[in-house]
């Protein structure tokens, strides 16, 4: 099979491009040939080798594909071949094959097209974890989002709108803000000019995926209020001080997708529930880069530059 992979950690030049062994079915797994492969920003991460990684002979990065079945494993039910799913928490992902345990199948809800499919799985479940299983704001609270025109941002903001949520941000171009503005928010803020000093102790909730923005966070969000964390697109946090929280009673939460996908029924109840923001029109993104899988490393530049404005997919032929 074809296949993007690494033989060590490092910057995006460790990348190649080639055909490995197709990999073996078990009985409790399906095998899937992708058409769309989906890149995150964990991706990075673990390519640069700071994050966890599936032991492989070589690496092969990428958790999250979509595309059709087309091997059944011995044991494996409720599945035909030709169907057409997606996973966003199965390793080795980087590659035209992918083993699939039955459990982490979500199969493609009618009337969601394909490549949006694609495009909203890990960064959607995402944003429905972080809005509904960790922040669970009530109708006028007001929110902001460090990050906002990102792929969790972009999903995560116009969820909470149609929630019924006030969303504010920030963003690093007048090109974000103004896509955010389209997409319902209040007010957008450019990172750089510093024009949120304003709005100290405002927010009941700060969603954090940046990093780099904690201390920030932590200010903006009012008494009582809580500090969501859940990445470092923009590079490590610095230390929190937790007696200052507690003198202002200011929480944070973090958490990880993949804690919450505990059964192949969370799963699909959780994809159907996303997919419904999109089939209802709630939730329009931006349509997906893509980029052929023979020129992943393209795709890795733009996701690490910041100037992607929502998902990068990676296809093979
Ligand atoms: N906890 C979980 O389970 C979970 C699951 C999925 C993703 N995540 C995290 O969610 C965050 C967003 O992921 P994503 O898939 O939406 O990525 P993304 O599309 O690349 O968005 C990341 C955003 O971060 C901002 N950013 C600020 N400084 C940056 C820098 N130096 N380099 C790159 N981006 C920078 C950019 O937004 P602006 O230009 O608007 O500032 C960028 O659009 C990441 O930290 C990721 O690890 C967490």
Known sequence: ???????????????????????????????????????????????????????HDPYINGYEG???????????SGLALGDKVLFVDVPFANAELV?????????LPTKLNEETAAAIGLQGLTADFLAHDLAKNKKNDNVFIQGISGGVGQI?????????????GATSSEKKQKLALEQGATAVYLRTDNGTGK??????????GVGKTLEQSIKLTKHKGKVIFFGMAGGDPAKVDMVKLLAHSKSIMTGDLWDYLTSQDER??????????????????????????????????????GQSNGKILMQCD
């Open 1 to 55: 099979m074809k296949a993007l992979y690494f033989e060590h950690f490092g910057d995006n030049s460790v990348l190649q491009f080639g055909v490995l062994d197709n990999p073996e079915v078990k009985a409790n797994e399906i095998l899937v040939k992708t058409k769309y492969i989906g890149l995150n920003f964990a991706d990075i991460y673990r390519r640069r080798g700071n994050y966890h990684i599936e032991e």
């Open 66 to 76: 979509f595309g059709t079945v087309v091997k059944l494993g011995k044991s494996s």
């Open 99 to 107: 083993t699939v345990p039955t459990d982490k199948v979500i199969k």
């Open 156 to 168: 995560l903001l116009q969820m909470l709108v149609a929630d019924g949520v006030k969303v504010y």
């Open 199 to 208: 709005l100290n102790n405002k927010f009941e909730t700060v969603f954090d």
């Open 268 to 305: 699909q109840t959780r994809f159907n529930r996303l997919a419904a923001y999109f089939v209802d029109g709630k939730i329009k993104i931006n349509k997906p880069r893509v980029f052929p899988l023979a020129e992943g490393k393209k795709a890795y530049d733009l996701l690490e530059s």
